[in-house]
């Protein structure tokens, strides 16, 4: 059985995101503290947290590093549960029972390290972001080849997660790891699946839920299959996904965060403060 999904695919907005949460591991949008918002004060503090905490927790805060084997910070919901007060604190004065130090540096410094803290754990919409987003949307639509399977704003793909809300929710990191390393986002709502038409074509799919005794299956084309009993003979899983995993040998470095900044300026709805734009000035907006 087959029902024709209608055209405009903004009808396919709730079905399809809830997947894309699943896919992509995305959270409700979170609220941005004050201190996220200073790019010049996050810029700072990332020189002085590779000079002073990158030994335990990493340069980039993925923790398991050091003798203190420090936690990821940018995973960590202490970090983004406490109010910036509370971090500057933690770098303040340390943590007690823990291998976390005190620092004892002027106020100055202090909230500049908590300001780049905050940025790891920041969604991408919220922080300064290298690249140029319009460059980002022209690879996006062209060379990466992103909308053949991925939707924004109604526009694009059936085969991948809607990326409309991604830059409210993924932080920088979840979307270049995304990027460059798909085989390891979860494949809910998105496993590779190919039909076999009547007149013997074959159309590559996902599926969107399967048991033992049903399918239903998003093809390329935006129809909606639902396959039941015998019927899903007609579908195979594929042994492989849809998106490109050499993404790292096509895209040059900077059209890599050209097209991160362009993710990174997607929501659905405005932050509750105007976002970070990218360091090459590029509008906030989808352009």
Request: proline share 7%; hydrophobic share 40%; aromatic share 6%.
């Amino acid at each position: 059985m087959r029902i024709r999904v209608p055209v405009f695919a903004l009808a396919l907005s709730a079905f399809l995101t809830s997947a894309a949460d699943a896919q992509l591991g995305a959270r409700q949008p979170v609220s941005v503290p004050p201190l996220v918002r200073n790019p010049a004060a996050v810029e700072a503090g990332q020189a002085r947290f590779k000079q002073l905490c990158s030994g335990c927790h990493g340069a980039r805060g993925e923790g398991g590093q050091g003798e203190g084997q420090g936690p990821n910070l940018a995973t960590s919901w202490e970090v983004r549960r406490a109010t910036d007060a509370q971090l500057s604190g933690f770098i303040r004065n340390g943590v007690p029972g823990s291998a976390m130090p005190p620092f004892a540096l002027p106020g100055e410094q202090i909230t500049e390290l908590a300001a780049f803290v905050r940025s790891l754990n920041a969604p991408a919409g919220s922080v300064p972001v290298p690249g140029d987003a319009a460059a980002g949307e022209a690879l996006f639509r062209g060379k990466a080849g992103c909308a053949e399977c991925h939707m924004i704003r109604g526009h694009g793909g059936y085969l991948g997660s809607d990326l409309s809300n991604v830059g409210a929710t993924q932080r920088v990191d979840e979307l270049r790891e995304a990027i460059l390393n798909p085989a390891r986002l979860s494949s809910e709502g998105f496993r590779s699946v190919v039909l076999q038409s009547a007149d013997g074509k074959s159309i590559r799919g996902v599926a969107k839920h399967y048991s033992n005794w049903s399918m239903q299956v998003l093809d390329e084309n935006g129809r909606l299959h639902l396959l039941h009993g015998p019927e899903m003979k007609q579908a195979k899983f594929a042994n492989t996904i849809w998106m490109p995993d050499d993404y790292a040998q096509r895209l040059s470095a900077a059209e890599l965060d050209n097209l991160l900044a362009y993710l990174s300026r997607q929501a659905v709805r405005p932050p509750d403060t105007e976002p970070a734009p990218s360091r090459a000035g590029s509008r906030p907006e989808e352009n």
